[in-house]
């Protein structure tokens, strides 16, 4: 039986949480849709093992949660016969709602952490595309009503999401809808209307597809900016705990964080004595101990992009010592310029590059590590390199 929500959701878009992986080393084992299924169960009951047969899935950082409105295991075969498992889950609280997708090695494709509301699932074969749908229908203020859809591409060697927007808004005596009109290889065409006249009536969008990026984008987003604006401007005094941010979603299960040590970011100028430029959906945990690839732990600051399955980490190190004495890889490598750059050459680990920088001005010296997705590191390649010449350190 389906349960009421009992969080209103404000602003939506909290994360953009889609891990694109290319094609996995498979391995010999195969599962089927029962036995992922029983993993699934395993894994929101707070099994790690079954956590780690997921590719952690579930985050057992928060409290455990079984108590999920809707739990689908489904499947999915492309053009030329591989097959996908699809696994939805759906909570009352969304920051346990889930959207995964497995080869039957139960090698992961790709993960979603941003879906809202009541989900539903469906596969889809549109002009040669095969795709899921999942619809949100959730509540915002106690009083909108808000719709939204997402189109992931499958094909054998990876999935992503490719499409998404607002497709209804219901605000007291008025009803707005966005529809597709039409869905090619190279475009979607939206529709946009409503019971009462407004600013949107009548109009059309055009979403074009970036095959670099790999999505259906439009350059206004007309429906999207007009629902997001609908709900910023509508008062209305909610009696259910709203999410608006990621600091009220942890609050939700009992967590209480400063909202700057997890957050977006831009241009950093650290506290530490230096800044980093960072592009989009990249988060700051600030302060937390560093242990990966280093003989010891250290302090330091920590950057994680799920996006593009990377992190990097930044560490001061004092301005005498050295990085080797942190690290058993040799910096091989350095430029000189306003500071020193010692680096190493890019190291295989797993599923993973990893290249150490050290960078060292006066007395100062700083050790950063980046770690990126081995399946999607060329395609973010010039991302790294201008994270990396964007550090500077402070006067």
Request: proline letters at 2%; aromatic letters at 12%.
């Amino acid at each position: 039986m389906k349960k009421h929500a009992t969080y209103s959701v404000i602003f939506v878009l909290l994360f953009c949480g889609c891990n694109i992986l290319n094609k996995p080393k498979p391995t010999a084992f195969s599962y089927n849709t029962a036995s992922v299924q029983n993993i699934v169960l395993r894994a929101i009951s707070g099994d790690t093992s079954a956590n780690q047969k997921l590719n952690n899935l579930v985050d057992l950082n928060i409290p455990v949660n079984t108590d999920y409105n809707k739990l689908i295991s489904d499947s999915l075969i492309t053009k030329s016969k591989k097959k996908f498992f699809i696994v939805l889950l759906n909570y009352p609280n969304p920051i346990y709602n889930r959207l995964a997708v497995y080869d039957t090695a139960l090698n992961l494709y790709l993960v979603d952490k941003s879906l809202n509301g009541y989900l539903s699932e469906s596969a889809l074969s549109l002009n040669g595309k095969r795709l899921i749908k999942i619809s949100e229908s959730f509540i915002s203020k106690d009083v909108l009503q808000v719709n939204r859809i997402s189109l992931y591409e499958i094909n054998d060697s990876s999935a992503n999401l490719c499409f998404r927007t607002f497709t209804r808004l219901v605000v007291p005596g008025s009803v707005f809808t966005q529809g597709i009109s039409e869905f090619s290889e190279d475009r979607i065409t939206t529709e946009l209307s409503g019971t009462k006249a407004s600013s949107i009536s009548g109009m059309n969008d055009i979403f074009t597809f970036n095959r670099r990026k790999k999505e259906y984008s439009s350059n206004g987003k007309v429906f999207d900016n007009f629902v997001l604006e609908r709900i910023k401007n509508f008062v209305n005094y909610s009696d259910k705990p709203e999410i608006i941010d990621k600091k009220t979603l942890y609050a939700s299960v009992g967590i209480d964080i400063d909202i700057d040590t997890i957050k977006n970011t831009g241009n950093i100028k650290s506290n530490e004595g230096y800044t980093l430029t960072l592009s989009d959906n990249w988060k700051t945990l600030k302060g937390i101990t560093v242990t990966d690839f280093l003989k010891s732990s250290l302090k330091g600051t920590k950057y994680i992009n799920d996006v593009i399955g990377a992190n990097i980490s930044v560490i001061a190190l004092p301005g005498s010592d050295s990085t080797e004495n942190y690290v058993d890889y040799k910096l091989t490598n350095s430029t000189v310029g306003k500071y020193r750059v010692r680096y190493s050459e890019k190291i295989i680990s797993k599923n993973n590059f990893v290249q150490f920088f050290e960078y060292s001005w006066g007395t100062k010296k700083y050790l950063l590590i980046l770690t990126a997705s081995r399946y999607t590191y060329d395609q973010y390649k010039n991302d790294f390199n201008n994270i990396i010449n964007s550090f500077s350190m402070n006067n």
